[in-house]
């Protein structure tokens, strides 16, 4: 298969808006791709690489090359070159690496090329896969999409689930089951405004505290422990004490879905930067282990002594799950029976509340009658946790690709140094409408004051409101620090640079 087919596809389901004709041109490039090219091409429709990270930068990215006039570069050619830039290393790396790069983009058309930069910058993101692959793998092989849908849960990802049925038929999906050992995807959830809203459209429900560790799933099979992150990989070896802990656990056999996290001297939790960094792959575990000691935190069980209980509803997996971990080891919760009641409509407000005070990230909200949807943003899990806005001041935008081209897309953001001068604390280019793409292109090439290959500086005036998550550590950064989720709410043309936030404003987030 060729890289343009996979372009082509990805620029025409931006286009429809039909659930049915999006499924449609996904089931057609099914049908066309064999067996081993599949889980590339829906990896690459995701806005993923199976390679994770070339070590390839922007300013490298955004150079440009002439596009060859024909199409003939395949998924196979892309997917070798990729994973040979991304296996460079030692001296002179990032030259050979832009060398690698400039002769995979000579060799692809100009929509290759914008569909590559926006794959290796991040910015292809459709939600293609989420929304509609699974329908467009049933449909080019004529099974029913929920039988797809719960091979993909057990099976870890689409790519395996559809190599598997192009190459064997349908009778491939009875070998996808949940099995001790191999990971699945985990259950996601939406958002909601707040802990009434959200109690509200679930009815009975529990509410849970949101940690802000890192999410695992751990599989026990007699003395053996696996550890899996939310992206499926093993990372058993770099916390022993999660090892020790659950092969402690009574039963012979569990599948549990968790948090790691880690704690301060008064029991309050480390940022999620230092939890990150813990498990991290090049970490001195046995050193680690002493200065920065973590523990699980568990909120569901999937599995338990060769039980199947994914279908079981929230509260009876719960049971089970108390069967299993001691209380300090789970995740503290709180179950509304009546949401109705006023009494405990209070409760769960200040249950909500005490999280919070407490340094947890929020709460997350539970419909007792739920199934556990792995792989999903299902509806019956809803997350609640407070967003901070801050003015900041733009200082300076990049050139959009694919649907944006021609247009200044990615901000860089800075906040005030007391001597008035602006410290960057990161990009977004997330939360921009195409009317507010064309108002902000406008407005800041009339203030550039310089422009560039990849974009422009402009005078540092125009104030812009930006939801952050939070803050996480930085030595990219002038202040220590960078802004976690950023996108755009509002441009606030009525407010000076003068008045945007400090960066003594921006740090008391952290504090």
Known sequence: MLLADIARTSREITTVSSRKEKVALLAELFRAASPDEVPVVVTYLAGSLPQRRTGVGFRTLSERHVPSSEAHLTIADVDAALEEIAGVRGKGAQTERKRLLAALMSAATEEEQHFLFRLLTGELRQGALDAFAVEGLAEAVSVPAGQVRRAVMFGGSLGAVASALLAEGPSALEAFRLETGRPVQPMLAQSAKNVLEAVDKLGPCAVEEKLDGIRVQVHK??????????????????????SEVVGGLAAQQAVLDGEV???????????????????????????????????????????????????????????????????????????????????????????????????????????????????????????????????????AAEWGHGRRTGRLSNLHLGARWPDGSFAMLGKTFKGLTDDLLAWQTEHLRGIAEREHSWGVTVRPELVVEIAVDGLQRSTRYPAGVTLRFARVVRYRPDKPASEADTVDDVLALQR
């Open 261 to 395: 996290i880690a704690l301060d001297e008064q029991g309050r939790p480390r940022p999620f930067q230092e939890v990150s960094q813990r498990v991290g792959s090049h970490v001195d575990v046995p050193t680690a282990r002493v200065t920065l000691p973590v523990t699980p935190r568990f909120f569901d069980v999937l599995s338990v002594d060769g039980r199947d209980l994914v279908d079981l509803d929230a509260a009876q997996r719960h049971d089970a799950l108390a069967q299993v971990v001691p209380e300090s080891l789970r995740v503290r919760r709180m179950v509304v029976q009546d949401p109705q009641a006023d009494e405990e409509r209070r409760a769960a407000e200040e249950f909500a509340q005490r999280v919070l005070e407490e340094g947890h990230e929020g709460v997350m909200v539970k419909a007792l009658d739920s199934a556990y949807s792995a792989g999903r943003r299902g509806a019956s899990w809803l997350k609640v946790k407070p967003v901070f806005t801050l003015d900041l001041v733009v200082l």
């Open 221 to 242: 099979d007699g003395t053996s422990v696996g550890i899996y992150t939310r992206t499926l990989d093993d990372i058993t070896a770099r916390l022993p004490e999660l």
